[in-house]
């Protein structure tokens, strides 16, 4: 049938919205398919050692043992669902036997299942790889010295790097992070850099580790992440490090990084400055609070403003590849009494770590719900927390999004089989992110997703679209 509109300009109008599309494309890809960290611990350079992630995780796997003896205390302590059910007379020891000889659709329903669950996959994680992503500070955490202190920590920092490549000891991510380039901070921050990276890759014969990344806090300008980005340029031309192997984080810590003078978000301005360096924007917590003017006392990862800053940063980023990191809670859980100590002294300690670990708890479950999916520890009695509220985030909801996904799937693959619409794909794309993201964390495991009915490649595709698509075919 002829159509009122000539085919010559039907294909003029439609070329220049191809041209549009593939533009809009290339800015908006979609999320990475590499596995993105859960957390990052930063720690001052001068203390890091090449075994630092080991021992970490032994005094994490400590921590958890001395304060959450057993997976019945373990809900308590964080009100998993099911928890409320059992009292401090309930025995853990026959509860899980009584749990383990279940068949799988009562263990569904058993109360003891996501603390027994969680509980177990936590200290599988702290025994196996507690630290995931590590950087090494010569900013806060390290403070303003002398710049030949601070020279001789950057060449020792990276030779322990080094010693830990050789020795299988690092973190799958490791990264440092430098001073800003402020005008004041700009000159060490260089240096920081050259003497770190020009002497990792001269110990290592030309080599980097795995998933290395230079951090850059405090940015405000365009003209910070484009310096460093020039300069990475030139370290791989001097080191003969392969072009593009050098890559950046930065850091919201300022009103200025969400909102500039011209009343515009300038996030992905800071993005385009890298020139396809940066692969991660990380809040500051405590800087961007002061930033704000608040006081001291109410500097929390759940305040308005952090949330407001949140939103800000996904409706920017959101689509760009561009990995989100929220910050870190700086209330500590470490009791106040060492060495040999009395029945109260314990249990004033007991509670200390208790009210530190629910805290940092709920702040981790307010990013996930905020969708951010990676955050800061600062501190190896920190991961329990941590790995707690990932895990029991994705698992209190798995059994509902397992059903929700496969209903989904086959009522979607039926519309597009009978020529009908269906046009609700991206509620099928949000089930499938949760899978996503719950098999990243380590929360799931691949025989887990399976239950789905979807194939681990139709998972690691990561497009709801693209396997309607395959299966109409």
């Avoid at 075994?51 to 057993?70: N, V, W």
């Avoid at 500039?260 to 809040?283: D, Q, V, W």
């Avoid at 004033?348 to 996930?368: C, F, M, P, T």
């Avoid at 990676?374 to 994705?394: E, I, K, S």
Wanted: aromatic share 10%; glycine share 8%.
């Amino acid at each position: 049938m002829n159509t009122s509109i000539p085919t010559g300009a039907r294909e003029q109008l439609f070329g220049s919205l191809r041209t549009a599309n593939l533009a809009f494309q290339q800015l908006y890809p979609g999320d990475r398919p590499e596995r993105q960290p859960v957390h990052t611990v930063y720690g001052g350079a001068n203390l890091f050692r090449s075994d630092l992630a080991r021992s970490l995780g032994e005094r994490a796997l400590e921590t958890f043992q001395t304060y959450a003896p057993d997976f019945l205390s373990f809900g308590r302590i964080f009100h998993l669902n099911g928890s409320g059910q059992f009292n401090a007379e309930s025995k853990a020891e026959h509860i899980a036997k009584e749990y383990e000889a279940l068949p799988p659709e009562e263990k569904r329903r058993h109360p003891a299942r996501l603390s027994y669950e969680v509980y177990g996959k936590v200290i599988r994680k702290l025994q196996h790889e507690a630290v995931e992503d590590f950087r090494i500070d010569f900013e806060d955490g390290y403070g303003n010295r002398a710049n030949e202190e601070e020279d001789a920590t950057a060449v020792s920092a990276a030779q322990e790097v080094a010693k830990g490549m050789a020795a299988g000891t690092l973190p799958p991510f490791i990264g440092i992070r430098i001073k800003p380039f402020t005008e004041e901070m700009k000159e060490r921050g260089l240096r920081t850099l050259d003497l770190f990276v020009s002497t990792l890759v001269k110990e290592t014969g030309g080599k980097l580790p795995d998933n290395f990344v230079v951090m850059l806090p405090k940015v405000t300008i365009p003209e910070q992440p484009a310096t460093l980005a020039a300069l990475f340029d030139l370290l791989e031309s001097e080191l003969q490090l392969p072009a593009g192997s050098l890559k950046m984080e930065m850091m919201v810590e300022t009103t200025q990084s969400i909102m500039s003078i011209e009343g515009t978000n300038p996030l992905y301005k800071f993005i385009e400055a890298g020139r396809g360096r940066c692969i991660a924007m990380h809040f500051g917590t405590y800087d961007y609070t002061a930033s704000a003017g608040i006081t001291a006392r109410y500097q929390e990862m759940d305040h308005p403003v952090c949330d407001f800053a949140h939103h800000m940063t996904k409706v920017a980023l959101a689509h760009t590849g561009i990995w989100l990191s929220d910050g870190a809670t700086n209330t500590m859980p470490i009791g106040p009494h060492r060495g040999e100590l009395t029945e109260a002294q314990q249990e004033e300690n007991r509670q200390v770590v208790h009210r530190a670990w629910k805290k940092g708890y709920d702040h981790i479950r307010h990013s996930l719900w905020n969708g951010f999916y990676q955050g800061w520890d600062l501190n190896p009695a920190q991961l329990p927390m941590r790995y707690t509220a990932v895990f029991a985030f994705f698992l209190e909801s798995y059994e509902d999004a397992v059903d929700r996904l496969k209903t989904f799937v086959e009522k979607a693959a039926r519309a597009t089989l009978i020529g009908d619409v269906f046009d609700d794909a991206a509620t099928g794309q949000g089930l499938l992110n949760f899978f996503l993201k719950a098999l990243n964390s380590g929360a799931i495991t691949e025989e887990e997703v399976l239950r789905t009915g979807l194939t681990l490649d139709e998972i690691r595709g990561r497009s709801f679209k693209k396997i309607l698509e395959n299966r109409a075919r």
